[in-house]
């Protein structure tokens, strides 16, 4: 197993500070990119294909086969169905226009608007392009992810979580992206063996109480920090069941049962960015970086440098302020997430608890202070970092091994990092 004692978290490196953009003259647009190495690089996709998410984005029905099959009737082979191509859909698909030979370089930056979370981007648009209509497209899908998705407020004319959890037994009827948001993250629960559970919610609204009472006293008062009862989860425990979720898909409708609520914290945000990625592709974006709280998606090859370089920074250290001597080199097409104990936290006795609740003890488990993902779907990224960040690192390192082209990086309690089977291969040092 391969250490090092410096730790990684995702920062944007080199961002131009100026809105205006700056004009790039001269280009190449031979790939250098080891296709092996990085195969959902931008670059090594085929034009009109796309790349898929890791992870299931529906559910796939199995059954049990008979005990002794039929004989096969003889009957005229079928033909392979054609392969999908975007451009017949989208003729101005990022992915069905020539690549860029010069751009100019639109940054644009946020406040914490959207998911509690400073967003950043920079897009790499076209003599033809117009930055501020890519950051209309932002704008429209931030507000509506972060809406539907929102467990603490409700919206005019918006049902969202906050909705469901209000009255669980109720049928909501859902929009399109809130239902496909929470189905592709029931999908996705026998992947994670678990531990990605969005029905935690009860556990996790007890541990959000105990942690904003403690914070809101500063920790100067005792009585105030403390940790739930193992009784108090433990009479929540029922009510946290993905099984008991019920979709309708003719009607989009959702229902549970009484007591039960709902947490997409750990895969809004990233849900969110994927969607916002491919409504860019869509409109005919060919390059961008976006970073939604160190939550980072790359796509497309920008002339003369196909890699995109993101920073790490020293945890221990106040956040900006210290830079480590390697930095992460990730092709476009890739997402990198990550998932620690630095943020929303309190501390009792000088232990850390976090925001991260584990369904199978309703306690946040901390064998690490970080993890972090690296793979090609933002989704993907964000469900795995939250569910491999409560495993062991020997657990972790395990699981995401035998994952295709998923790769993660541990910074441990030990002050060690710790890396899966070639999570190298994205890492240059200084």
Not at 131 to 155: A, C, M, P, T, W
Not at 216 to 245: A, H, M, Q, T
Not at 364 to 380: E, G
């Amino acid at each position: 197993m391969k250490k090092i004692i410096l730790l990684m978290i995702v920062i944007l490196v080199g961002c131009t500070k100026s809105m205006e953009p700056i004009k790039i003259e001269e280009a190449t647009n031979e790939t250098t990119i080891d296709c092996e190495k990085f195969p959902s690089a931008t670059a090594c996709i085929d034009k009109g294909e796309t790349t898929k998410p890791i992870i299931i984005p529906e559910v796939i029905e199995q059954t049990d086969p008979d005990p002794i099959p039929d004989p096969e009737p003889e009957t005229e082979p079928v033909p392979e169905p054609e392969p999908y191509d975007i451009c017949d859909d989208y003729p101005n698909h990022a992915e069905c226009l020539e690549p860029l030979t010069s751009f100019q370089v639109y940054t644009h930056e946020s406040g914490n608007d959207y998911f509690d979370s400073f967003i950043s981007m920079k897009l790499y648009i076209a003599s033809d392009q117009r930055g501020f209509d890519y950051v209309s497209i932002y704008r429209r899908l931030g507000e509506k992810y972060h809406q539907i998705s929102d467990k603490y407020h409700n919206y005019d004319g918006v049902v969202n979580i906050k909705t469901i959890n209000d009255n669980p037994s109720n049928t909501h009827y859902l929009s399109e992206e809130l239902y496909n948001l929470i189905k592709f993250s029931i999908a996705n629960y026998d992947l994670t063996e678990g531990y990605f559970d969005i029905s935690i919610g009860p556990a996790s609204s007890i541990w959000h109480y105990y942690r904003e009472r403690c914070l809101g006293y500063d920790n100067l008062v005792p009585y105030f920090c403390s940790v739930p009862k193992v009784d108090e989860l433990n009479n929540v425990r029922n009510y946290i069941d993905i099984d008991k979720i019920v979709l309708n898909d003719d009607e989009m409708s959702i229902t549970m049962e009484e007591g039960m609520s709902l947490d997409l914290g750990g895969v809004a945000k990233g849900y969110f960015v994927e969607m916002l990625a491919d409504e860019f592709m869509k409109n005919g974006l060919r390059a961008f970086l976006i970073n939604a709280g160190g939550n980072i998606k790359t796509y497309g090859n920008r002339p003369q440098d196909e890699f995109y370089t993101i920073g790490v920074q020293d945890p221990t250290k106040p956040r900006g302020e210290a830079k480590l001597p390697f930095s992460l080199n990730i092709p476009g097409g890739y997402s990198v997430v990550s998932s620690g104990d630095q943020i929303r936290y309190y501390e009792v006795d000088g232990e850390i608890y976090h925001h991260i609740v584990n369904p199978y003890n309703l306690f946040p488990d901390r064998h690490s202070r970080q993890v972090t993902i690296i793979t090609n779907d933002s989704r993907a990224a964000d469900i795995l970092s939250t569910s491999v960040y409560l495993m062991t690192i020997e657990e972790g390192i395990e699981f995401v091994d035998n994952l295709d082209n998923v790769e993660a990086i541990w910074y441990g309690l030990d002050d060690e990092v710790y890396f899966s089977k070639n999570a190298l291969d994205f890492i240059v040092f200084d």
